[in-house]
């Protein structure tokens, strides 16, 4: 798939008139078609708090709708939770995503329960080897993360979103959050991950935005307004730490990956009407 430095992004006005439009400029239809018998789509539900920590609701839904009306492909809403006190599960309940699976008819998946493969690259220095789900590996995997600074990271967005498929079992220490082996060296930690699996395709959602850190702290002022979407991680990430007033080139693993998974400059922003 080609990874340009291209973005494309929108004024929201509202999921159901903002998505279409957009995703069609984006070509994501074109990016599936040939490539996948699963769509599996990865929101960001880190905790059960309300957006915009997490992902919305109807965000997920209206995308949900829109790959229905274009594509045959199963359709699979999956996430690893990493809260210390509870499962994916119950994220999915209080954030609304148990009942949008039930009225579409489409599945949910924790990834932190999911069977895994178990893969080597010599040549990643934080993880030569990584466990990740299997059904993440042989599916067309969209990201949907939320445009939000981080207080370890820098920022998470789609690169970062990526942790969601890490499984507590080889990346949680001690009693600890479930994936707090990637606290140690995030930045090449989350580097490393995408190596092993970055999204085929982003939908971010910065509308909103939280401007200090993950789970609290203030939102944007006024808020950001917009979605972009695009086949590039590293562009997107890019563009969304710009929106974020931070540069690219102080996030470690955009750093690290621009020029190898994608491209962080020069953007080709392109404004969907």
Do not use: C, D, F, Q
């Given at each position: 798939m080609e990874r340009s430095g291209t973005v494309y992004f929108t004024e929201f006005q509202s999921w159901k008139q903002s998505l279409g439009p957009l995703l069609d400029a984006s070509g994501?239809?074109?990016g599936i078609e040939g490539n996948a018998g699963i769509?599996?789509?990865?929101?960001?539900l880190v905790e059960a708090l309300a957006p915009p920590i997490t992902t919305p609701v109807g965000l997920i839904e209206s995308l949900v709708i829109y790959l229905k009306e274009k594509t045959d492909s199963r359709i699979i809403i999956g996430e690893g939770s990493g809260a210390m006190n509870y499962e994916t599960w119950h994220s999915f309940q209080e954030m609304g995503y148990t009942d949008?699976?039930?009225?579409l008819d489409i599945e949910l998946v924790d990834l932190n329960e999911e069977e895994l493969v178990h893969i080597r690259k010599n040549e990643c220095r934080r993880w030569p080897e990584m466990h990740l789900p299997r059904l993440a590996m042989e599916s067309f995997l969209i990201s949907v993360p939320v445009l939000k600074a981080h207080s370890l990271a820098g920022v998470t967005l789609?690169?970062?979103n990526m942790?969601?498929?890490?499984?507590?079992?080889h990346y949680r220490q001690g009693s600890s959050w479930k994936k707090s082996a990637f606290h140690k060296g995030i930045q090449d930690a989350v580097a490393d991950l995408n190596r092993y699996r970055t999204p085929d395709f982003t939908l971010l959602d910065a509308t909103?935005?939280?401007?200090q850190a993950h789970l609290w702290g203030p939102t944007c002022e006024p808020p950001v307004n917009r979605l972009a979407a695009g086949r590039d991680p590293v562009a997107i990430d890019s563009y969304g730490t710009g929106l974020l007033k931070r540069d690219w080139k102080n996030i470690g693993h955009i750093r690290s990956l621009n020029g190898e998974l994608g491209k962080a400059e020069p953007l080709n922003v392109v404004q969907v009407n």
């Open positions: 994501l239809v074109e769509i599996l789509i990865k929101p960001n949008l699976a039930r009225s789609t690169l970062k942790m969601g498929l890490a499984p507590p079992s909103v935005g939280m401007s």
